[in-house]
């Protein structure tokens, strides 16, 4: 950083002198026209490619056991083109890797295929792609999920649970795709304006989107116990279940709502739930204790999972701050 004294012309305007060594390693001399914006904050940004189309960002990798980690990582950092790239021929077995990593990463399309190259493209306009919008359908695959795998363990319906664990990948999705926006953002000035997200900003929304992705996990854990379970459970149990579930589901609507509108009253509606929530969990604990031996593995596990969800939903909720002004 850099501290310059403001100064005036007689005529009454204000100037600051660039840094030499900035000017000169972006090309400017007498004359260079750049465009100068506000910030939300305030701050002035300098932009010297004003006028011009950005460069697609290339990365070239090359063939290894971690392909599909690479591909993962590449897009999530931004890069508009994943080459990659065999010294002689591509494997079926990469192929199929590439394949698969592509599919599991939205709007990044297989664009040139040949004996030792596969070209890739990530097709997204980021503008078009507000983080708050992401956050929202991703959050709202997760709370059916929620809600389908608890209806999926009470109703022993195995058909609904694999229907829950299917799911899961469009919330892996999701968060990928909100992960290369927010990283974006962070790089991008305009973008930034664009979107009307601070920077800042961004480390909560991606903090919130994790958590959201994880209450996903948790659900598609709860369908598999549904799927394990070799009966019913007890109406009883049942009961008492549902009730947990209901403390839950509501615990992280509230703080998801809380989230968008940045009402720290209501975040702190969720917390104020932990007592009744524990002394619930609790009450499934016991029940489950008497159940059939073979019920009590799955229905735990289901128990413990809800309480997780709880737990995520304290954590959405204390990312909950006044709007920035």
Known sequence: MELRRVQRTGGGTFFVCLPKKWAERNGLNRGSLVSISEGM????????????????????????????????????????????EAKDKITSSDREHVKQAASRLIGL?????????????????????????????????SSSMHRDAVTAFIEGDAHLAKNVMDRD???????????RILRTVIRNPRLSEKLGILPIECLDYRLASSLV?????????????AINLPQKVAKETSQIILRFHTKVYESHEIALNALFSRDVSTAESVRAKQE???????????????????IVPPTLDTASSL?????YSVDIADLVMPRLT
Do not use: H, W
């Open 109 to 141: 399309e297989i664009v040139e295929d040949n004996y030792s190259t596969i070209m890739m493209q990530c097709l997204l306009e980021p503008s078009a792609f507000p983080p708050e919008k992401i956050l929202r359908r991703e959050y709202s695959i």
């Open 307 to 311: 309480n997780r969800i709880y737990d």
């Open 41 to 84: 904050s305030g701050q002035l940004v300098i932009d010297v490619k004003y006028g011009t189309e950005p460069q697609p960002q290339v990365v070239v990798i090359k063939p290894t056991p971690f392909l599909d980690r690479e591909i993962v990582g590449n897009y999530l950092l931004g890069y508009d083109l994943i080459r990659v």
């Open 169 to 179: 990948n469009e919330v892996d999705r999701l968060y990928f795709l909100l992960v």
């Open 213 to 225: 992705e994880a209450i996903g996990d948790q659900s598609s854990q709860i369908a598999q116990n």
């Open 276 to 294: 009744v929530v524990n002394k619930v969990f609790l009450e499934v604990q016991e029940a489950a204790r008497n159940q059939p031996v073979e």
